[in-house]
């Protein structure tokens, strides 16, 4: 078995992983960049059947994507079309990261010395669940003192989240990847980037 049949039988029947291409912009021919100089792209989903050509940027979806939200029979990598999680992937490990404790699933090695660590779930989480433990992680790495909060879960399985400030103070609740929510991580991460800089902090 290669490692595109085992990502596509880690999805349930009626569910597929998706692969995702990253087709760069361009403006008079040449390559469009953000302002850190990452290429600006867009990213056309399709089911892993699809031939993938040399010189092609291509990548997996994390995902377990729901095969009747496809409409028009189109393929669509988006957070509708999905409720579980297959897999997570951790990038960079070895140069811009260190090894993490637990022995990953697969290795990867996706440039020289540079790996991709993936870790194959024997339970799917919901996609709530998942993208608010990423958040809390990301959060307590940042800063130890960050608060993101599961206040309720809905009958889904869904949670939503209540930012706190370092003090305490609520900055805003909301379903996960909701507007709300991201508006509170954004006042926090506001809030916490003006602490450190007035106390001089340098963190990693």
């Known amino acids: 078995m290669d490692f595109l049949d085992y990502m596509v039988s880690l999805a349930p029947e009626g569910e597929t992983f ?3 291409r990253q087709k760069p912009q361009l403006k008079d021919g040449q390559i469009q960049l953000h302002a850190d100089g990452g290429v600006k792209a867009t990213w056309p989903a399709f ?5 993938m050509k040399d010189g092609q940027s291509w990548y997996g979806n994390t995902a377990s994507f729901i ?13 509708a079309n999905c409720e579980f999680v297959l897999c997570m992937v951790l990038d960079d490990i070895g ?4 090894e993490p404790p637990l022995a990953p699933t697969w290795k990867i090695e996706t440039s020289p010395g540079n790996f991709q ?20 992680i990301v ?9 993101l909060v599961p206040t309720w879960s809905t009958p889904a399985g869904d949670l939503t989240w209540c930012v706190l400030s370092r003090d305490g103070r609520l900055l805003g609740c909301g379903p996960t990847g909701g507007a709300a929510l991201v508006a509170a991580a954004e006042a926090w991460r506001r809030e916490l980037t003006a602490t450190t800089t007035n106390r001089g902090d340098h963190r990693e």
Request: net charge positive; aromatic share 12%; proline share 6%.
């Open 18 to 20: 998706l692969i995702v």
């Open 47 to 51: 089911l892993p059947t699809k031939t």
């Open 67 to 79: 095969l009747d939200r496809f409409t028009d029979g189109y393929a669509r990598a988006s957070a």
């Open 95 to 98: 140069t811009k990261a260190k």
């Open 117 to 136: 660590w993936g870790y194959a779930f024997s339970e799917q989480p919901t996609k709530g669940a998942f993208v608010g433990a990423m958040l809390a």
């Open 139 to 147: 959060c307590r790495l940042v800063d130890p003192i960050a608060h």
